[in-house]
């Protein structure tokens, strides 16, 4: 069996992320979260908001940022707002940056002019 250690902590919970350039460009909060030192993993719980370059911000519940790989995750129902539209949707699974990322059982409306 593999020994993890882990760290739970109660929040509130601020992730700063930094870009090639070492500047921060991508702002993680929630409520509480688990970190996974030895894979290069949080669990991010409750009012999970990711602020990302571009004006992009994800809502949801939970997400999982595998830092190692620079990917973000959650099964659950998210909302992603832009500057010019939303999405909602159940499932993501994407760059933590927010700039490419895939949606599963998408939502919404739109109006074409």
């Known amino acids: 069996m593999l020994n993890l250690n882990i760290t739970k902590i109660s929040g509130p919970v ?6 090639e350039d070492g500047q921060a460009d991508t702002f993680i909060s929630a409520d509480s979260a688990v970190h996974k030192p030895l894979v290069g993993q949080f669990e991010l719980f409750g009012n999970v908001l990711v602020k990302a370059p571009g004006g992009k911000r994800l809502q949801t519940e939970y997400l999982k940022w595998d830092r190692f790989k620079d990917r973000v995750s959650t099964p659950e129902f998210l909302v992603i707002v832009t500057e010019r539209d939303s999405i909602a949707a159940i499932g993501l699974d994407g760059d933590s940056d927010l700039t490419n990322y895939t949606l599963r059982e998408v939502t919404g409306e739109t109006v074409i002019d």
């Open 14 to 19: 601020y992730i700063e992320m930094f870009n």
